[in-house]
């Protein structure tokens, strides 16, 4: 198809959107000048483009060359080739076709706002820090991070990935204080993949080479500023996706089970409790469901004869094997928390109502379960969840059932044996050339 004139250049556009309602191609006049406007009216406010751009012409007494006026703003680009000219009208661009002089125009328009305002964080409870959260906006949550920031070591490079489904990414560092091969890493994943499509974070992921089956996450989500800028400030990296909401921290190590960054705004000694508690947590959250089967089924010599006789007690009547009502029970419980996190907030409260209480009470009742095995599944939840991050807690939520299923077979040994392998799994985990096992990723702290 020639498409070196203006007509055809329309046709052609016209073609690629004629299946596209919100696309408008109609004729214009700024002033006594007739000219052809193309853009997609569920991203261009055309009414407040237009008087923008008016007011601006109205301050100029050259009303003979409007055009050319209208060519020479910094915010604007002209005879920008057709495929270009295709993209510029997708990422919500004016387009103009003058009569005469150049091809076309291409403007920066007064946008339809649909974006949500800053709000509270939903998905993270901060005490005594602040609470704006981040939004789908990436150039609205790199203002952020810049605002808690002010420092010229903070450096932003954006990339666009994908060639059909064309997506942004942010990378941000501190210079002096990430480790640049680290840096260096990232950027030659991004180069070399630029043109991979990213439709979500799994994408992202395999843009950036890092495994797809892993236990323990080797990134860091948050939804919070304050925890980004702590992030950075420790030597991460921090990636944000375009209309993804959350900060991306490279690489994680074996503290962010227990360091949370905005318990730096408490006391220190407050600061040490937390983390305390946290590896205890962690500990229970792991062994806690196996050691229940060791005692009960492999080795229950190792208990003292009246705890066993008070277990032996309260689990009279009940049907199944050790193994058997331990999973069933957690299983129900790991239902119970699904749905409370997907249901909205109206309804979770209940879920979480009816699951921990009217039918932990019922399964005992009808003796399907042991009162024992109640306080044993609600520590270990409990214990789930004082993790540093959410995404550490789905990692020991999953390995606790290789922990379950090493101790049915194998009793205490089977225990033990489990948290060695897990141990050694953490050792030999990198990202980007990273030891997950290093206590520090700041710049040759961790070397």
């Given amino acids: ?156 490079q954006t990339y666009t990935l994908g060639a059909e489904l064309p997506r942004e990414v942010a990378v941000l560092y501190m210079e002096g204080q990430a480790d640049p091969n680290v840096v260096q890493l990232i950027h030659n994943c991004l180069n070399e993949n630029d043109s991979m499509d990213i439709s979500d974070v799994q994408g992202l992921m395999k843009a950036l080479k890092q495994p797809s089956y892993s236990l323990v996450p080797t990134y860091l989500t948050s939804e919070l500023p304050s925890t980004t800028k702590h992030n950075l400030m420790d030597g991460r990296v921090v990636i944000f996706l375009d209309h993804f909401p959350f900060s991306l921290s490279f690489p994680s190590i074996i503290s962010d089970f227990w360091d949370v960054k905005t318990d730096k705004d408490q006391p220190t000694l407050y600061m040490y409790l937390y983390r305390i508690i946290r590896i205890a947590s962690l500990i229970i959250a792991i062994t806690m469901p196996g050691l229940y089967v060791v005692l009960n089924s492999v080795n229950p010599e190792l208990l003292r004869i009246q705890l066993a006789v ?61 009162y024992f095995l109640i306080i044993v599944v609600a520590g270990s939840t409990i214990a789930h969840f004082t993790m540093g991050t959410y995404m550490n807690t789905v990692s020991i939520r999953l390995y606790k059932y290789v922990v379950i299923m090493f101790c049915a077979l194998y009793g205490i040994l089977g225990l033990m044996s489990s948290i060695a392998l897990f141990c050694f799994y953490l050792g030999t985990i990198t990202t980007f050339e990273v030891p997950y096992l290093s206590l520090s990723t700041r710049r040759g702290k961790s070397k």
């Fill in 310 to 370: 008070s277990i032996t007690n309260s689990r009279e009547g009940v049907p199944y094997p050790v193994l058997v009502e331990l999973l069933m029970m957690l299983f129900i419980i790991e239902m119970v928390i699904e749905a409370s996190i997907r249901l909205p907030k109206s309804i979770g409260p209940t879920i979480t109502m009816v699951g921990g209480i009217i039918l932990g009470q019922a399964v005992v009742s009808a003796r399907l379960v042991s």
């Fill in 1 to 156: 198809m020639n498409t070196s004139t203006r007509e055809a250049k329309l046709t052609y556009i016209d073609q690629v959107f004629e299946r596209n309602s919100d696309f408008i191609n109609k004729e214009a006049y700024i002033y006594q000048v007739q000219v052809q406007v193309c853009y997609l009216g569920t991203l261009v406010h055309y009414e407040d483009s237009y008087d923008t751009l008016v007011a601006r012409l109205a301050h100029l007494d050259v009303k003979d060359n409007l055009i050319d006026q209208i060519a020479l703003s910094p915010s604007t680009r002209v005879n920008v080739p057709l495929t270009e000219l295709v993209n510029s009208i997708l990422q919500g661009m004016l387009i103009i076709f003058p009569q005469d002089g150049y091809e076309n125009i291409v403007i920066e328009p007064s946008s339809i706002n649909s974006s949500r305002s800053i709000v509270e964080a939903q998905t993270e409870n901060p005490i005594q820090t602040s609470l704006d959260a981040f939004t789908e906006d990436m150039y609205a949550n790199i203002s952020l991070i810049r605002r808690k920031m002010r420092v010229k070591d903070l450096h932003v």
